[in-house]
């Protein structure tokens, strides 16, 4: 699932891929060039909360 | 307590071949399929509720997530051969969780309830709605039985069978519907208030969450 949000910058849509941004990659504005990564402190929150998400999307499709 | 023996019993041994009344032939899918619906939708604002807010003193706020901004800015005190002309400075900056993750709703998106019925009697009565009692006096009631399936082979050793399977198909589509517009109104809100801080900035309002 493709997601969005406006660059900080230039408001500009930075499309990104959250598992993507969890293995460190970067996404960049393709206006400004900024680019956005996940900082390492939020690595773990993010992670057990898709953790979750996907649990509950793997129960609800059986 | 009888009841509910016999409730059992007609769960346990379905009859095919009964009377039933129209509406609740086609109700009985539907009714599921709601109920299948609440179930998945209740999962959900329960993992937002759960996992992307913290309740505080009664107030549901989101868990904010650090993001960090880089971008290079050149230094016009420097020539461009110069190293450092170019410097990359990094930012911090916050967005709710709810916005990182890919919500989607997952529902029930179609419902197929495929029948043939045979109708076995036709009764009515008498409308209870004041509004319909000048139009409709009374209002019919279909009764009938689901047309038993028709056997799959013609070979003559299994005709029984045709009684055993009821021609009633229903069939679910679950899909992924677009977020209820309250909670796109939220993650929107919060989208639209994304700036970056610079670093110790950053930190520090981190410490007040
Ligand atoms: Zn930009």
Partial sequence: MEQQMPCPVCRTPIFFNVYHLLQGERFVCPNCQAAITLSPESHEPVQNALDKLDKLKQLQQK | ?209
């Fill in chain 2, 1 to 209: 307590m009888e009841n509910t023996n016999a409730n059992a019993y007609d769960r346990a041994h379905p009859k095919f071949g009964a009377e039933l009344n129209i509406e609740s032939i086609i109700n009985a899918p539907l009714v599921a399929v709601s109920k299948a619906n609440v179930t998945m939708l209740t999962g959900q604002v329960r993992f937002l509720l759960d996992y992307c807010f913290v309740n505080e003193h009664k107030m549901y706020k989101p868990v904010m997530i650090t993001m960090t901004l880089s971008k290079g800015v050149v230094n016009y005190g420097k020539q461009p051969a110069d190293a450092g002309y170019i410097q990359v400075t990094e930012m911090a900056f916050q967005m709710p969780l709810l916005c990182l993750l890919p919500l989607n709703t997952l529902a029930i998106e179609k419902v197929k309830v495929d029948f043939d019925l045979e109708i076995t009697s036709i009764g009515s009565y008498k409308s209870t709605r004041k509004k319909d009692a000048h139009i409709v006096a009374r209002k019919a009631v279909l009764n009938g039985r689901v047309a038993p399936q028709p056997p799959r082979t013609s070979k003559a050793s299994a005709p029984h069978q045709a009684h055993s399977h009821s021609h009633l198909k229903v069939s679910v589509n679950a899909g992924a519907l677009p977020l209820s517009k309250g909670l796109l109104t939220v993650i929107d809100l919060y989208t639209k208030a994304i700036q970056p801080l610079p670093q110790q900035e950053a930190a520090d309002s981190n410490d007040k969450l």
